[in-house]
């Protein structure tokens, strides 16, 4: 069974400095990750998301994820935090089979304040 | 429309009471999904629509919970004799051969 852990629950970082949240999956085959950002009130928001090819993936807002399979993670970066940034942050993993792309498997995720 | 719609956006009910939560996909997505969000945690599946296909029900916590839809169109999921553990976030989504687009969910909470 697939499943995904986010270990930080919880984040504080100052606005200009970098952020990593941390990932780990647990997958039989290749998976398909996702990163989704959830902010107060509204819905969730795809980042980025990894398929295939290069395990560098760049997202929106400037985030960027990297897939180790190795290490079986897909950590989420940004090299410098807005206020903007403070929000809840998801991983998820899929099969990415052609009919069921959106039953996927959320982390708990990882709270993200941005102090000034 | 331009994205995935619901309502509505938040449900006061009693224990017991019945309750219908209502979704409308981006046009022309053939695929629609329902997830819960409880308080403080992640999304859990409950069921996936794909076009005529029958449903992926593998999620649905109890038989308290059902869903349907028309078509590729409108959803409703329907939760029986509510209870208080039903509180959440009901977030559904659309897609159509890639990654899903959510709404911004209903939150229902069951005093």
């Known amino acids: 069974a697939q499943s995904v852990t986010q270990p930080d629950i919880h984040i504080t970082v100052s606005e200009g400095a970098s952020l990593e949240l941390r990932c780990n999956y647990s997958y039989g085959a290749t998976p398909y990750l996702f990163w989704y950002v959830q902010s107060p009130g509204q819905g969730l928001q795809l980042l980025l998301k990894y398929f295939s090819g290069d395990t560098l993936v760049q997202g929106i807002k400037g985030f960027e994820a990297e897939f180790k399979r190795s290490q079986s993670s897909f950590n989420l970066r940004k090299p410098s935090v807005h206020w903007s940034d403070a929000a809840e942050y998801f991983c998820?993993?899929?099969?990415?089979?052609?009919?069921?792309?959106?039953?996927?498997?959320f982390g708990a995720g990882t709270q993200v304040v941005v102090t000034p | 429309g331009a994205g995935v719609s619901q309502s509505p956006s938040n449900k006061v009910t009693e224990k017991g009471k019945d309750v219908e939560l209502r979704c409308d996909p981006i046009s022309g997505h053939t695929a629609l999904y329902w997830y819960r969000q409880r308080l403080g945690q992640g999304l859990e599946f409950l069921i996936y629509?794909?076009?005529?296909?029958?449903?992926?029900k593998s999620g649905l916590p109890s038989d308290r919970f059902s869903a349907e839809r028309t078509g590729e169109s409108v959803s409703t999921l329907t939760i029986q004799r509510t209870q208080q553990e039903d509180s959440a976030v009901y977030l559904c989504a659309s897609s159509l051969g890639t990654s899903p687009f959510f709404g911004p969910g209903t939150r229902l909470t069951v005093l």
């Open positions: 998820a993993v899929g099969a990415g089979l052609t009919d069921s792309w959106g039953k996927l498997q």
């Open positions: 629509f794909q076009g005529n296909s029958a449903p992926d």
